[in-house]
DNA sequence: GTTGATCACTTGACGCGTCAAGTGATCTAT
DNA sequence: ATAGATCACTTGACGCGTCAAGTGATCAAC
């Protein structure tokens, strides 16, 4: 890969890609703090208790949870486990498919995250829903499917 | 905080703010990814060289280095100390204030760094860049500079 | 119907980032 | 001059994510 000079970047692509970077280090850190200070919870575990809240049931196969919340199959069972400890999760065998695990939400799981929700909503809102344009939320939805086609279609 | 209802995201709001939150989750692997396969460098490291190689006399002072490679202080300790065991940065103390620190990029290090840079600049074009527009370039630089300002405007 | 492959998941070790505590140098006030 | 504050940085413990290896259930082939 790479034969010949790389064409290294433009100004203006540059700056672009500079900015993204940076939110892409920045963002991330900011919902996590808040999420981790005013409820105790890893964006992580947020978006798996999310996940669970909206399924039939409120539950769902360990396989099915880990792509809805863009994790590893490790990573959620890491995290299953400490949710369960928190009693916000349950453990169940799959009835049908002695392979599959089912993760529940319990009902003080669904308390735990009816009470988290508005504060991470807000920080959505403050730090990037109101702060842009309808237009330019637009365009934020048409970029950011661009790359994540991008993502999905690498080999790599 | 949060008094009276929540607004919660419409649905507009919600797929712009869903694609920019996978991206926040996925781009970042795959940069990880490229580079430690390639360059067996984590992201971080590549930028601590990166900045360092931009530099005056390739030094800079700990602290200025940390806030370049938007990491902590600790942080930077701690990779300093990894990329210093591998030959590509040394550690000098500064002859004017003996607060300061600098680090420096050894000959090896930058052609470390010389080495590892275009396989990166291919995949952020791969990724981001060459998968975009001009004027999507200039908008995901608006909207990117926005964010960016409520993150440092936040007292969060 | 038994062997082997595949699947869903778990586990433990390791590496990295964070946090809190600590070190030593340099200002600042008196 | 000296005590205290502040600054730049380091260190070690801890928690989390990743990776590789492992478990057990189910499927597929013959």
């Known amino acids: 890969m790479h034969l010949g000079e790389p064409r290294w970047l433009t100004p203006d692509e540059q700056r672009a890609w ?3 970077a940076s939110v ?11 999420l981790q200070r005013d409820a105790g ?22 396989k099915d ?3 809805l919340s863009n ?3 490790s990573r959620l069972s890491h995290v299953v486990t400490r949710l369960e400890k928190r009693g ?3 453990r169940q065998p799959c009835p049908a498919d002695g392979r599959h695990i089912n993760a529940v ?25 109101d702060a842009l344009t309808p237009d330019q939320l637009a ?18």
Do not use: C
């Open 88 to 90: 916000w999760v349950r």
């Open 18 to 20: 500079r900015a993204l």
């Open 24 to 34: 892409l280090f920045k963002l991330p850190g900011a919902l996590e703090s808040q």
């Open 65 to 67: 949870l880990a792509a």
């Open 41 to 62: 919870l890893s964006h992580f575990e947020y978006l798996v208790l999310s996940a669970l809240s909206e399924a039939d049931d409120r539950t769902l196969r360990m």
């Open 105 to 129: 939400l319990t009902d003080a799981g669904y308390d735990k995250l009816r009470a988290s929700a508005p504060g991470h909503v807000e920080i959505v809102r403050e730090l990037v829903v």
């Open 139 to 156: 365009q934020l939805f048409e970029i950011g499917s661009t790359i994540l086609n991008r993502l999905d279609s690498t080999t790599t």
């Open 71 to 73: 994790g590893s199959l």
